[in-house]
């Protein structure tokens, strides 16, 4: 019997990003074969941090070219200027809120994204149009999470929904209270990270599904279901790769700074070294 894979990368903002391209490094550093077969899995699943890194893998470029942009000098990302702590307290008032819904609760939360202000949008536009290698949607599946804040449903963008890669990787990743509202097609976007890090349910077609996680195992979750749960809770089987004690100490306090990226892609790099041969088992099996 063929498998269907999916490779489910989570959200966790700047630190996020670089500590996923530094796991899959790591794991190609020990095992070249092992790293080849996640990126190639049927299905590439990506919440916010996680849709840039779907998409950058799916571009045509290695995946050392990749690592290399994640710890060069160079960057274009922007420093917010807001810490996570403020995404932290639009969770507590939501939640705080009674006898609502959890399509409530984020309808709240895109309210108040939508009455922030930020950065221009088309500023932030160019950083992610900087951050993709490519702007086309690759053959390989790619499902992007975003959060449509007037309805607070959960979308799969992909090549067949009509919105353009850098806007629904934009839309995937904006952060409510730090980065602009995306709009697609009428539609307003928010982070989909906000109801999920993970996303699992886009990768329901899959049998097997591994999923790397730039937050700890016991993170709790506002909406009572954590990561570690839903990856576990997958129908099929399912690895969750979550960053240990050195990745989130490298991570710092604020992974929306962009200055947590190379320490981020180091730890994740030696962090890849030290799971390769458990995603080897697990794939194997």
Avoid: Y
């Avoid at 922007?78 to 403020?86: E, F, K, T, Y």
């Avoid at 449509?148 to 209270?177: F, K, N, Q, Y």
Wanted: a negative charge; proline letters at 5%; hydrophobic letters at 45%.
């Amino acid at each position: 019997m063929t498998s269907k894979r999916a490779l489910v990368l989570a959200g966790g903002g700047i630190a996020g990003i670089a500590w996923e391209t530094g796991i899959l490094q790591g794991i190609a550093d020990e095992s070249a074969a092992t790293a080849d077969a996640l990126l190639a899995s049927d299905v590439l699943v990506g919440t916010s941090a996680g849709s840039t890194v779907a998409a950058q893998l799916s571009s045509g470029l290695s995946l050392a070219e990749l690592f290399e942009r994640q710890t060069g000098a160079d960057s274009a990302e922007l420093d917010p200027g807001v810490s996570i702590d403020n995404v932290t307290d639009l969770f507590v008032t939501a939640m705080l809120t009674p006898n609502t819904t959890k399509a409530q609760k984020l309808q709240g939360i895109g309210a108040v994204a939508a009455g922030t202000s930020t950065v221009d949008p088309a500023v932030r536009h160019a950083v992610i149009s900087q951050r993709l290698p490519s702007h086309d949607w690759p053959e390989q599946v790619l499902r992007i999470s975003a959060i449509d804040i007037d309805t607070g449903e959960l979308v799969t963008l992909d090549r067949d929904s009509g919105a353009a890669l850098v806007d629904a990787v934009a839309a995937s990743c904006a952060v409510p209270g730090v980065w602009p509202v995306v709009t697609i097609d009428g539609r307003r976007f928010m982070d989909g990270g906000i109801g999920s890090a993970v996303n699992m349910a886009l990768a329901v077609d899959c049998d097997v599904a591994v999923a790397l996680v730039p937050q700890g195992r016991s993170t709790p979750s506002p909406f009572g279901i954590g990561a570690a749960e839903e990856v576990d809770g997958f129908a099929g089987r399912s690895l969750g790769i979550f960053a240990d004690d050195d990745s989130l100490a490298a991570f710092g306090k604020n992974p929306l700074d962009p200055a947590c990226r190379v320490p981020s892609a180091q730890a994740g790099r030696a962090q890849g070294r030290r799971v390769a041969a458990s995603v080897a088992e697990f794939l194997a099996g």
